[in-house]
């Protein structure tokens, strides 16, 4: 098949921004949950499967709770529930402000870097370390 031009046409910008807007909406809307149903709230809002069926805390214990504290602007509080969270927030911030402006601009851009298999064992590790650190008896790491 051979290309034409059709192929390459660049769609319109309201259709290249719908992701980022509708992700964007659906942040502010969960936040905004949070706030109307406090997550502080033992299973206000569920409980997480893996502690439910093991009692081990999962990498993401505690984010809902570090995500109303961040909302309220205790930094300390949300790092004390989920200090991965708020460590990977800065992150998924520029991510989230290259796919909006690539999606803006209609660049080919890419959003995420092509980690290195060094860089992604790296990351691995951390998540898992992280996991066990805050599994450990009397670790400040728990939620």
Known sequence: MTLTAEHLTRRPRWERIRGPVLSAAAVAAGTVGLHVRDPHVTH???????????????PACGGL??????????????????????LAIPFA????????????????????????RPVRIGLWTL?????????????????
């Open 44 to 58: 206000s809002w569920g409980v997480c499967p893996l502690y439910a069926l093991t009692g081990i805390y999962c």
């Open 65 to 86: 709770r570090g995500v109303n504290d961040l909302g309220n602007g205790h930094l300390e509080q949300a790092a004390s529930s989920n200090l991965l969270m708020v």
């Open 93 to 116: 911030l520029v991510f989230f402000a290259r796919w909006s402006y690539a999606a803006w601009s209609g660049s080919e851009m890419r959003v995420f870097p092509v980690l290195s």
């Open 127 to 143: 998540l898992v370390a992280f996991t066990v650190a805050r599994n450990l008896p009397g670790s400040w790491l728990a939620p």
